[in-house]
T-cell receptor, first 115, second 115 residues
Framework: DSGVTQTPKHLITATGQRVTLRCSPRSGDLSVYWYQQSLDQGLQFLIHYYNGEERAKGNILERFSAQQFPDLHSELNLSSLELGDSALYFC??????????????FGPGTRLTVL | GNSVTQMEGPVTLSEEAFLTINCTYTATGYPSLFWYVQYPGEGLQLLLKATKADDKGSNKGFEATYRKETTSFHLEKGSVQVSDSAVYFCALSDQKSGGSYIPTFGRGTSLIVHP
């Protein structure tokens, strides 16, 4: 158990809908990272938040957004869903900025299926 | 941009065989290098890491050496067990301007160990 929790575990929805994925980092961790894992794209970094502020963006679509709240939990919002958004979404946390040696701790993931 | 290239799997071995999973990288700066492991149905977890050239990371019998001259970080284990069956991801973390680190992952290599 990494100490990172994600809800829900599974999510099935239809094209055009909007969903929210939630992540609670390990106690004391200030950084939250979001990733998308799909068979064709592998593991793609989406976005990084540190202590409530956005710090880095990766391959995140404009239809996707995220935020980190004062209690440090984070939400990833996916809107206007397409079939191709079906994937596993992971969040990870680290104590500080994932610098030279900082380890990221991954949650168990949310499996999103868009029908 | 940064990239990580891993050998394609699956790699299929018999128990007690020697394991090598190749990983090479491209980075603009001086990255830290990581190996993560993902067991079925779980999130990724750190296996080992190295933060500078010639460092060797090791854990649970696995080893990898940071080779700057060949831009490689190959994973090795002398004697694999059935319980090592998993997907292995090579990753790097490199600093972008503004102090935040962008993680880049390889596509993952599936390892299957038979009794």
């Amino acid at each position: 158990d990494s100490g990172v929790t994600q809800t829900p575990k599974h999510l099935i929805t239809a094209t055009g809908q909007r969903v929210t994925l939630r992540c609670s980092p390990r106690s004391g961790d200030l950084s939250v990272y979001w990733y998308q894992q799909s068979l064709d794209q592998g593991l793609q970094f989406l976005i990084h938040y540190y202590n409530g502020e956005e710090r880095a963006k990766g391959n995140i679509l404009e239809r996707f957004s995220a935020q980190q709240f004062p209690d440090l939990h984070s939400e990833l919002n996916l809107s206007s869903l397409e079939l191709g958004d079906s994937a596993l979404y992971f969040c990870a946390s680290s104590a500080g900025l994932a610098g030279a040696g900082n380890t990221q701790y991954f949650g168990p993931g949310t499996r999103l299926t868009v029908l | 941009g940064n990239s990580v290239t891993q050998m394609e799997g699956p790699v299929t071995l018999s128990e007690e065989a020697f394991l090598t999973i190749n990983c090479t990288y491209t980075a603009t700066g001086y990255p830290s290098l990581f190996w993560y492991v993902q067991y079925p149905g779980e999130g990724l977890q750190l296996l080992l890491k190295a933060t500078k050239a010639d460092d060797k990371g090791s854990n649970k019998g696995f080893e990898a050496t940071y080779r700057k001259e060949t831009t490689s970080f190959h994973l090795e284990k002398g004697s694999v067990q059935v319980s090592d069956s998993a997907v292995y991801f090579c990753a790097l973390s490199d600093q972008k301007s503004g102090g935040s680190y962008i993680p880049t992952f390889g596509r993952g290599t599936s390892l299957i160990v038979h009794p």
